[in-house]
């Protein structure tokens, strides 16, 4: 089964750093563009980082410059470095796999459950 597992999340202070990790299981990680999302409390999902399946990144305006997204295909997992936080950064961090298929007009998306992330003095 598929499975996207967050983890790294957690309390930290402003201007620190953190290390998101996103491991997976039961599809061909290879093959998916890789993204970040965050959602923050009465606000809408946003796009934080993605990365191609061929490693071509781009990021959100918001985070831009402080986030690095990486992936390591042999150990299926993608990352997401943070550094400089800043309030607003606090929100629910969720992993998302997806593959568009043009050929068959298929799509394929994958979600984890979300890792919270806070910062605060």
């Known amino acids: 089964q598929v499975q996207l597992v967050e983890s790294g999340g957690g309390l930290v202070q402003p201007g620190g750093s953190l290390r998101l990790s996103c491991a997976t299981s039961g599809f061909t990680f290879g093959n998916f563009a890789m993204n970040w999302y965050r959602q923050a409390p009465g606000k809408e999902r946003e796009l934080v980082a993605s990365i191609t399946s061929s490693g071509t990144t781009n990021y959100g305006d918001s985070v831009n410059g402080r986030f690095t997204i990486y992936r390591d295909n042999a150990k299926k997992t993608v990352y997401l470095r943070m550094n400089s936080l800043k309030l607003e950064d606090t929100a629910i961090y969720y992993c998302?796999?997806?593959?568009?298929?043009?050929?068959?007009?298929?799509?394929?998306?994958?979600w984890g459950q979300g890792t919270p992330v806070t910062v605060s003095s």
């Open positions: 998302n796999a997806d593959l568009r298929v043009i050929l068959t007009q298929k799509r394929y998306a994958y």
